[in-house]
T-cell receptor, first 117, second 113 residues
Framework: EVQLVESGGGLVQPGGSLKLSCAASGFAFSASAMHWVRQASGKGLEWVGRIGTTGKSYTTAASVKGRFTMSRDDSKNMVYLEMNSLKTEDTALYYC????FGLGDSWGQGTLVTVSS | DVVMTQSPLSLPVTLGQPASFSCRSSQSLVHSNGNTYLNWFQQRPGQSPRRLIYRVSNRDSGVPDRFSGSGSGTDFTLKISRVEAEDVGVYYCMQGTHWPPYTFGQGTKLEIK
């Protein structure tokens, strides 16, 4: 069974940093690109970024470019989202999701990030 | 960026009746490789999204066959042949042809009349 479990969310002040983790199991993780997607309370889905299979390259949305970085550890089946210079508008539920036949074949339960003073 | 526009934003449907969701893109979603990367997601209240359809018309594993996807170019449709109570939620289309960024529609909320 495919499983994605996010962790690392919490309350952080504007300008602060947070690192999210996503533990994957049940599929060929090293052969799969991975994505982060976020959802502000009561709002729609917003793509945050994608990391490729080698982990050497990732692409992020313009709204987070230069502030968020992605990485992966295939030995641990983990993907990470490091968030710096956080803004109040980054407050959202952050989902990790897979990329079999395109984005979104599997989703975690999400981890909540709240940016507030 | 490709803009995805869904309609209607709210869809009241009687149990057992069909439902149809529309999604339009601001440019053709046909990739240079010939594939069209248009997916549909369901998000039930309080739950994570779930993909129903990938590449326009391919149902994901475990998705009931009352769900079907169709369309081409810039115009796409998700249909439920007979709505059940468990289908209540928000439905999103998403394009993955012209990325970055991947872009979602604003969602259509299905409710029971």
């Amino acid at each position: 069974e495919v499983q994605l479990v996010e962790s690392g969310g919490g309350l952080v002040q504007p300008g602060g940093s947070l690192k999210l983790s996503c533990a994957a199991s049940g599929f060929a993780f090293s052969a799969s690109a991975m994505h982060w997607v976020r959802q502000a309370s009561g709002k729609g889905l917003e793509w945050v970024g994608r990391i490729g299979t080698t982990g050497k390259s990732y692409t992020t949305a313009a709204s987070v470019k230069g502030r968020f970085t992605m990485s992966r550890d295939d030995s641990k089946n983990m993907v990470y989202l490091e968030m710096n210079s956080l803004k109040t508008e980054d407050t959202a539920l952050y989902y990790c999701t897979g990329d079999a036949f395109g984005l979104g074949d599997s989703w975690g339960q999400g981890t909540l990030v709240t940016v507030s003073s | 960026d490709v803009v995805m526009t869904q309609s209607p934003l709210s869809l009241p449907v009687t149990l057992g009746q069909p439902a149809s969701f529309s999604c339009r893109s601001s440019q053709s979603l046909v990739h240079s490789n010939g594939n069209t990367y248009l997916n549909w997601f369901q998000q039930r209240p309080g739950q994570s999204p779930r993909r129903l359809i990938y590449r326009v018309s391919n149902r994901d594993s475990g998705v009931p066959d009352r769900f079907s996807g169709s369309g081409s170019g810039t115009d796409f449709t998700l249909k439920i042949s007979r709505v059940e109570a468990e289908d209540v939620g928000v439905y999103y289309c998403m394009q993955g042809t012209h990325w970055p960024p991947y872009t979602f529609g604003q969602g259509t909320k299905l409710e029971i009349k």
